[in-house]
């Protein structure tokens, strides 16, 4: 199996509201083979999807219900502590729920959370010691 | 902010465990500055990482308590159904546990789920609906 994630999806109560999330607070372009029931935004060589949350869980068969720490987080790496304050100042300028202000932390980087509707969780970092290449990925 | 993940964080139970589960199913190799605490596997673009639920929880500021569904999956593409299947029947052999055998989707796609061992989900899927490049990435 190549090391290789194709696809996210997040389950979200609402796409309407969660795709504006994402379009108006990230400031991503749904593509347009997005549609009412799913959208999808094109990354960096894989897209990310949002989803009716029981619909999710119905695709994969397994139970929907589901409280609490989800166990995961996306992080959104830069390459400076500044880089890093002026997107916070930026997304919190535009109403997201932050979680953790961007602060020095015991990895040796630079870091803060917030969270999107739905409460999937977003790290905004500075990592000194993973290197991203000239278009922002991470480079082995 | 560019559209682009760069890393994604897996809370798991135990980091030895869930690293040699993704070691030994997937055949992934860690990063050599993975560390006892924290693994890191570096994919198209991205790193993911395993890391102790109860530790990402407190990084975020976020209570580490939940249950139940997760809310959220991670795909791996491939070009055919033939090659969907052909990837199950490897990953059942190594004792992945399979939520949902691939079949036909109301999408028009073919794909199965199957799950790590704390509960994360994977989609292996057939999209004719999402171009993938020469090296596998979603081809906007």
Request: net charge negative; proline share 5%; aromatic share 12%.
């Amino acid at each position: 199996m190549e090391p290789r994630i194709t696809l996210i999806t997040l389950g979200v109560a609402n796409v309407a509201a969660a795709t504006q999330f994402y379009e108006s607070v990230f400031g991503w372009k749904r593509t347009a083979d997005s549609q009412e029931g799913i959208s999808f935004f094109q990354l960096n060589g894989l897209q990310l999807a949002l989803f009716p949350t029981e619909d999710l869980a119905q695709d994969a068969r397994v139970p929907a219900d589901g409280t609490g720490f989800k166990g995961f987080s996306l992080a959104h790496n830069l390459r400076s502590e500044q880089e890093v304050d002026a997107l916070f100042l930026e997304l919190q300028s535009r109403g997201v729920i932050i979680l953790k202000q961007p602060e020095k932390v015991f990895w040796g980087g630079y870091s803060g959370y917030f969270s999107d509707l739905d409460g999937h969780l977003w790290e905004v970092a500075y990592n000194p010691f993973l290197p991203l290449d000239e278009k922002g990925n991470t480079a082995p």
